[in-house]
């Protein structure tokens, strides 16, 4: 056997054992048993319009149990839980209150994260009220903003050197743009060389202010 092909079959046999103990998840082998439950599956790419922005924050599946919704969000590949994560699933409550069919009253939900982690699916229950509902929409608003700002600064600078950039060294580790990223050789220097180019863009719009 090739080694592509060891790893394909490597990879195959990995989902599907995934898959076999998500059957036995406690969350979701009444659905799987066919035990009288209703579910709703969902894709991740239905939106909902919330605020004036495309809210995609869709559950992977919603399941009836004890008078109450249970949004679901799969994670097969577990990555660090932050504290935003919380935040961030509380927006599945949003987004199924504005679905159609479903009910308007947050209460009417529960939210539970469940995902693949050493060997096992472990479920995590996040609790939410209204005001942590409304804290994760301000958050979410406030990312967009940030984006919106960052984009906008790239579009006036395209060298990347005025970009916003990570707080510590530590976010850059795992970061996939690093490659393309003026912290690619380190962030500190990086920042030192950004202040420096400031420093210049200052001085030649004092030059110019100076000059008329
Ligand atoms: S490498 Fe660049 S883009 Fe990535 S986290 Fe660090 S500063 Fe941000």
């Not at 530590?170 to 202040?195: D, I, V, Y």
Request: proline share 3%; aromatic share 10%; hydrophobic share 35%.
């Amino acid at each position: 056997m090739e080694i592509s092909e060891l790893r394909k079959a490597t990879a195959n046999h990995r989902v599907s054992e995934q898959l076999r103990f998500l059957e036995q998840s406690t969350l979701l082998r009444n659905v799987f048993s066919e035990q009288g439950k209703r579910w709703v599956y969902f894709r991740r790419l239905e939106k909902v319009s919330l605020k004036g922005i495309d809210l995609f924050a869709a559950p992977d599946i919603a399941v009836f149990h004890q008078n109450k919704w249970t949004l679901i969000r799969i994670r097969f590949r577990s990555g660090k839980w932050l504290p935003t994560s919380d935040l961030e699933h509380r927006l599945m409550a949003h987004w199924a209150t504005k679905q159609t069919g479903f009910p308007s009253a947050t209460q009417e939900y529960r939210i539970r994260d469940l995902a693949w982690s050493n060997g096992v699916w472990r479920e995590r229950r996040i609790e939410f009220n209204e005001q942590q509902m409304n804290e994760a929409v301000d958050l979410l608003l406030h990312d967009l903003q940030e984006m919106r700002w960052t984009q906008r600064m790239a579009l006036a600078d395209p060298s990347l050197n005025t970009l916003p950039l990570a707080a510590s060294e530590k976010s850059c580790r795992t970061c996939f743009h690093r490659e393309s990223c003026p912290a690619k050789n380190g962030l500190q220097k990086a920042k030192q060389n950004q202040r420096e180019y400031q420093i210049m863009l200052n001085s030649k719009q004092s030059n110019k202010v100076s000059e008329y």
